[in-house]
């Protein structure tokens, strides 16, 4: 392994993290709950077994990975659909008074594209609103349900005063969209969604896959990463990655990640905030956006 290491592509980093880290790490959790199946079809809402299924995430999920996160000393970032904290209003102050943060994911987990621009505000809004409300924090993040946005959406958010997206995946570490917000870019790769989620009837995802293959699958998206400088934001579902091999599976993981001491475990947030206070930290290597003499024309080198 170290003779690989020694020969073995080694980039400039993409981004100069804090303290002399060598990447950051964002532990995400959509707590989508019930409103995994509303999304998923109307007709889901009367299927009384994949509801329980998804209602694991909020009952018994988040708790667990909450006590997870305190004996490992990490925070993470929690996506939350508005109408999951107004059923599950304790969790939600269960996260908070954790030291977590909590962003934006819609109300019901509403696909975006299926609306007007009018109707996405206006969800956007009440969301935050209901979210403030019932957790005593300010709400300044914001993923988009399924990832999915509108042309108009980051607009829409730089609008109204949030700081981040967290839905896009056209990078690895924090960029500003024309709009002026900050995106940080996610990968499917990076999801237990593909991992995990599975229903039989109404159909719903696949097969689950081993917890070993997964880990080895993270651990090597880690490392790269780690290796390139970059961000890397794991997006984890409670009803899937609450259940009890998997909580193992991730302690073991996360365990992995610490034991080196050069890896930066951040909320969405506070990363976004570092991007904002430090736009230099950026190395562009896209083409496009050099000039001839390499130069960003944001800027940036």
């Known amino acids: 392994m170290s003779e690989r290491r020694n020969t073995a592509f080694a980039p400039a980093p993409r981004f100069a993290w804090p303290n002399g880290k060598r990447c950051a790490v964002v532990l995400c959790f959509d707590v989508d709950g019930e ?8 007709r889901h809402s009367a299927s009384v077994t994949l509801l329980s299924q998804c209602r694991y995430g909020p009952t018994v999920g988040v708790p667990r990975l909450l006590g997870l996160l305190s004996h490992l000393g990490v925070t993470g970032s929690f996506f939350v659909p508005a109408w999951i904290a107004e059923k599950y209003p304790r969790t ?4 908070a008074e954790n030291g977590h943060e909590i962003a934006a994911h819609g109300y019901r987990h509403e696909k975006l594209p299926t609306l007007a621009r009018a109707q996405e505000e206006e969800i956007l809004l009440r969301s935050r609103e209901i979210l403030q409300r019932v ?34 995946m056209d990078d690895d570490v924090p960029y500003r ?12 790769m990076l999801e237990d969604w593909e991992q995990f989620a599975f229903h039989g009837d109404p159909p719903l995802g696949h097969p689950p896959e081993d917890c070993g293959k997964v880990r080895e699958l993270w651990w090597r998206e880690f490392e790269a ?3 390139f400088g970059c961000c890397m934001l794991l997006t984890l579902h409670p009803w899937l990655s609450g259940r009890p091999s998997r909580v ?18 951040a909320t ?28 960003s024309r944001h800027g940036q080198s």
């Not at 969209?177 to 499917?188: A, F, Q, R, Y």
């Not at 193992?248 to 475990?265: N, Q, S």
């Open 35 to 42: 409103t995994t199946a509303f999304s998923e079809s109307d």
């Open 92 to 95: 939600i102050h269960g996260i």
């Open 135 to 168: 957790s005593g924090l300010a709400i300044t993040g914001y993923r988009a349900p399924w990832f999915e946005h509108n042309p108009w959406t980051t607009e829409l958010l730089a609008q109204h005063n949030f700081l981040y997206d967290a839905s896009l």
């Open 177 to 188: 969209t024309p709009s002026g917000l900050i995106e940080l870019p996610h990968n499917w």
């Open 225 to 227: 990463m780690r290796d």
């Open 248 to 265: 193992r599976m991730l302690e073991d993981l996360i365990r992995d990640m610490k034991a080196g001491g050069d890896v930066w475990f």
């Open 268 to 295: 969405a947030g506070e990363v976004a905030r570092y991007f904002a206070a430090n736009p230099q930290a950026r190395r562009e290597i896209n083409f496009e956006l050099l000039t001839p003499a390499g130069q």
